[in-house]
């Protein structure tokens, strides 16, 4: 049993005491609230599921202090007394338990996509928002300031342990606190002191509307990761100003749209774990009161560890909380293995709130439905059900199933399960693909869930299972491309998962035709190996089943001197050795490659269903076996089926 005596050790922010060291940060999830901004019971159940999960610290975030900077469409307000009951009766549910509640206060700035938005200065954001906000007056300043003041006096009516001021991540704060979004000549701009006193009047303004004790802690950049950019050094001066002030703690994290690298504000996989612990350490250095450390901290191991050895305090889990709700009582009791990871890989969580979508994800498909499932109710009569198919989608399934109380068989004429996701683990940062394998593995052997490898799907072997449903999750295979004369190159030509599987040996010169993600992450991969790789990408845009964030990390690992990327290529003439295409108007004619690697998307395996169909059983189709998609829209359609079979 792991023992995680100093993530589970209490500690004093203030006047407030927190049972353990376990914060669930602020996250933009863009759902919970109705048309006037008021939250509604599916944000309330979303929180009550982590605070009955054992965390210390939940923070409700952002909450828009201000019309003008209301950041996402969803995002709940507190800029209105009328605001408050709604939030009253959230935090009386989560009271119940023994958890701190707080809130975010936040101010979009230009980072707001209502297209409407203010700033110290009339700069367009540096990256996702278009737009070039409005310039703040002294006057709408100071309105501003008082917003903030007033929002945090609307939250301790309404029932939170605490506010937190957000002062990070390029939004209102930090445009003024950063040389590059703040240009004003006044008061309010120019030298640090003048930058940061906005900031220093919303702390004023909130110690002032609050009553004595009411912690109030601040979230602030430790670097901006951009040009003229907010640095650590910044952060360090700032941060025994704000203790000075009153801040209960600081909670500090690291980025902002247009942050280099690309995404680092919300670290993918590809980013390091624990990324931005290196600036909260500095940062502790120089205060006393508590600091709170984040970036991509997804173990609790990994959580002690950090409190262990005093660089933070406390340790934000903001990804890991959605994808286990009990991440804290699981780690806690020692069950480490039971944990559902985050892959870090960014889809339901980041991808879908950049789409003004509400915030899922790819390991736990409950987020945001928490009100409508309540739990999973066992079956009144058992079936027996035959899943073919041990990839994602089928063990998602079965695990739902059986906990349901169904009896599930799984099939699989590999000798392995994972299907294609256990290829793409292999490329360079990827790997964490394979932790969603290894869970369903362990909770289909609690589960005692039968799993047969190597096995041919025929009548005997049907008619030995006698099920009453069969689920179809075969999967998918790579695509062959009809274009004309493709095929008669003297090129050696592969598909991806050859490649990724390590079946064929490839020459220093190699042609990737296809920019999908797949695509991309064998041309990673294979220029690794110090091979000159060459990717062709039909359509306008690469790797669009990706996150954005996810995306652009490997993009960025991709620009090395030996690979190139074509998009919107035109294919006119395969060469014996290469191939002339056009792409951006220019004819471009490359020649002396010896393979050429096929990714152009997949299509589905589903010739089991005739044979099912033939033998009179109810059958369903899923994941790619149903149409080739994202993990996370395979993930949530095996959700549904296991729910509801």
Same mark, same amino acid.
């Given at each position: 049993m792991?023992s995680?005596?100093?993530?589970?050790?209490?500690?004093?922010?203030?006047?407030?005491?927190?049972?353990?060291?376990?914060v669930?940060?602020p996250?933009g999830?863009?759902?919970?609230?109705?048309?006037?901004?008021?939250?509604?019971?599916?944000?309330?159940?979303y929180?009550e599921a982590?605070?009955?999960?054992?965390?210390?610290?939940?923070?409700?975030?952002?909450?828009?202090?201000?019309?003008?900077?209301?950041?996402?469409?969803?995002?709940p307000?507190i800029?209105?007394?009328e605001?408050?009951?709604?939030?009253?009766?959230?935090?009386d549910?989560?009271?119940?338990?023994?958890?701190?509640?707080?809130?975010?206060?936040?101010?979009?700035?230009?980072?707001c996509?209502?297209?409407?938005?203010v700033?110290?200065?009339?700069l367009?954001?540096?990256?996702v928002?278009?737009?070039t906000?409005r310039?703040?007056?002294?006057?709408e300043?100071g309105e501003l300031v008082?917003?903030?003041?007033d929002?945090a006096?609307?939250?301790?009516e309404?029932?939170?342990?605490?506010v937190?001021?957000?002062?990070?991540h390029?939004?209102?704060?930090?445009e003024f606190?950063?040389?590059?979004?703040?240009?004003r000549r006044?008061?309010?701009?120019?030298?640090?002191?003048n930058?940061?006193?906005?900031?220093?009047e919303?702390?004023?303004?909130?110690?002032k509307k609050t009553?004595?004790?009411?912690?109030v802690?601040?979230r602030i950049n430790?670097?901006?990761f951009?040009k003229d950019?907010?640095?650590?050094?910044?952060?360090?001066?700032i941060?025994?100003?704000?203790?000075q002030?009153?801040?209960a703690?600081?909670?500090?994290t690291a980025?902002?749209?247009?942050?280099?690298?690309?995404?680092?504000?919300i670290?993918?996989?590809y980013a390091?774990?624990?990324?931005?612990?290196?600036?909260?350490?500095?940062?502790?250095?120089?205060?006393s009161?508590?600091?709170?450390g984040?970036?991509?901290?997804?173990?609790?191991?990994?959580?002690?560890?950090i409190?262990?050895?005093?660089r933070?305090?406390?340790?934000?889990?903001?990804?890991?909380?959605?994808?286990d709700?009990?991440l804290?009582?699981k780690?806690?009791?020692?069950?480490?293995?039971?944990?559902?990871?985050?892959l870090?890989?960014?889809?339901?969580?980041?991808?879908?709130?950049?789409?003004l979508e509400?915030?899922?994800?790819v390991?736990?498909p409950?987020v945001n439905r928490?009100?409508?499932?309540?739990?999973?109710?066992?079956?009144?009569?058992?079936?027996?059900?035959?899943?073919?198919?041990?990839g994602?989608?089928g063990?998602?399934?079965s695990?739902?199933?059986?906990?349901r109380?169904?009896?599930v068989?799984?099939?699989?004429?590999?000798?392995?399960?994972?299907?294609?996701l256990?290829?793409?683990?292999?490329?360079?940062?990827?790997?964490?693909?394979?932790?969603?394998?290894?869970?369903y593995?362990?909770?289909?052997?609690?589960?005692r869930v039968?799993i047969r490898?190597?096995?041919?799907i025929?009548?005997?072997?049907v008619?030995?299972?006698?099920?009453?449903?069969?689920?179809?999750?075969?999967?998918?295979l790579?695509?062959m491309?009809?274009?004309?004369?493709?095929?008669?190159?003297?090129?050696?030509?592969?598909?991806?998962?050859?490649?990724?599987?390590?079946?064929? @040996?490839l020459?220093? !010169?190699v *042609?990737?035709?296809g920019?999908?993600?797949? #695509? &991309? +992450? =064998?041309?990673?991969?294979?220029?690794?190996?110090?091979?000159?790789?060459?990717v062709l990408?039909r359509?306008?845009?690469?790797?669009?089943?990706?996150?954005?964030?996810?995306?652009?990390?490997?993009?960025e690992r991709?620009?090395?001197?030996?690979?190139?990327?074509?998009k919107?290529?035109?294919?006119?003439e395969?060469?014996?050795?290469?191939?002339?295409?056009?792409a951006?108007?220019?004819?471009i004619r490359?020649?002396?490659?010896?393979d050429?690697?096929l990714s152009?998307? @997949?299509?589905?395996? !589903?010739? *089991?269903?005739d044979?099912?169909k033939?033998? #009179? &059983? +109810? =059958?369903?189709?899923?994941?790619?076996?149903?149409?080739?998609?994202?993990?996370?829209?395979?993930?949530?359609?095996?959700d549904e089926?296991?729910?509801s079979?």
């Open positions: 792991a995680l005596k100093h993530l589970f050790s209490p500690i004093r922010i203030g006047t407030m005491g927190v049972k353990n060291r376990l669930m940060p996250m999830i863009n759902f919970g609230v109705d048309e006037e901004g008021c939250v509604t019971d599916q944000l309330k159940a929180f982590r605070a009955k999960g054992g965390t210390g610290m939940m923070i409700v975030g952002g909450a828009a202090v201000h019309p003008t900077g209301l950041d996402l469409p969803k995002l307000r800029w209105a007394d605001h408050i009951p709604a939030f009253r009766e959230m935090t549910v989560i009271h119940q338990y023994d958890v701190k509640f707080g809130i975010q206060l936040l101010h979009g700035g230009r980072q996509y209502h297209g409407k938005g700033a110290p200065s009339p367009p954001a540096q990256g928002v278009k737009g906000p310039e703040l007056t002294i006057p300043i008082e917003a903030f003041g929002s006096r609307r939250s301790e309404a029932g939170f342990d605490f937190e001021i957000h002062g990070a390029g939004y209102l704060i930090t606190l950063a040389l590059n979004s703040n240009k006044d008061e309010y701009g120019g030298s640090f002191e930058r940061i006193r906005f900031l220093l919303v702390l004023r303004d909130i110690g009553n004595s004790g009411f912690p802690g601040v430790g670097d901006d951009i950019g907010w640095v650590i050094e910044d952060a360090k001066r941060a025994p100003i704000l203790e002030e009153g801040a703690y600081l909670h500090v980025g902002i749209y247009g942050s280099y690298p690309p995404g680092i504000s670290p993918s996989m390091d774990q624990g990324v931005f612990i290196h600036l909260a350490e500095e940062v502790k250095q120089t205060v009161i508590p600091v709170i984040v970036g991509r901290i997804k173990d609790p191991e990994h959580a002690d560890r409190i262990k050895e005093g933070a305090d406390m340790v934000s889990m903001g990804r890991a909380h959605l994808a709700p009990d804290a009582n780690a806690k009791s020692g069950n480490l293995a039971d944990i559902r990871p985050c870090g890989c960014c889809l339901g969580c980041v991808h879908n709130v950049f789409q509400a915030a899922t994800c390991m736990n409950e928490e009100y409508l499932l309540k739990g999973l109710k066992k079956v009144a009569t058992p079936k027996k059900i035959l899943v073919v198919g041990a994602p989608s063990l998602a399934v695990r739902l199933a059986a906990i109380g169904h009896k068989i799984v099939c699989d004429e590999k000798g392995d399960v994972g299907g294609m256990r290829l793409a683990s292999i490329p360079p940062g990827r790997s964490e693909f394979m932790e969603l394998i290894h869970y593995k362990k909770e289909l052997n609690n589960l039968e490898l190597n096995i041919d025929d009548d005997d072997l008619d030995s299972i006698e099920a009453d449903t069969v689920v179809l999750a075969t999967g998918s790579p695509e491309p009809q274009l004309e004369g493709i095929f008669d190159t003297d090129m050696n030509i592969h598909t991806v998962v050859e490649v990724l599987k390590g079946n064929v @040996s020459g220093d !010169r *042609l990737i035709f920019g999908n993600q797949m #695509g &991309l +992450e =064998t041309a990673d991969f294979v220029a690794e190996k110090e091979k000159e790789v060459v990408h359509e306008g845009h690469f790797a669009l089943e990706m996150a954005a964030n996810d995306r652009v990390f490997l993009i991709l620009k090395r001197p030996n690979v190139k990327l074509y919107g290529v035109s294919i006119k395969f060469l014996p050795k290469g191939v002339l295409f056009q951006r108007d220019k004819e490359l020649e002396r490659f010896e050429m690697v152009e998307g @997949s299509r589905s395996i !589903r010739t *089991l269903a044979f099912f033939r033998k #009179g &059983l +109810e =059958t369903h189709i899923i994941g790619d076996a149903k149409k080739p998609r994202s993990l996370l829209e395979s993930q949530s359609e095996a089926l296991g729910r079979i």
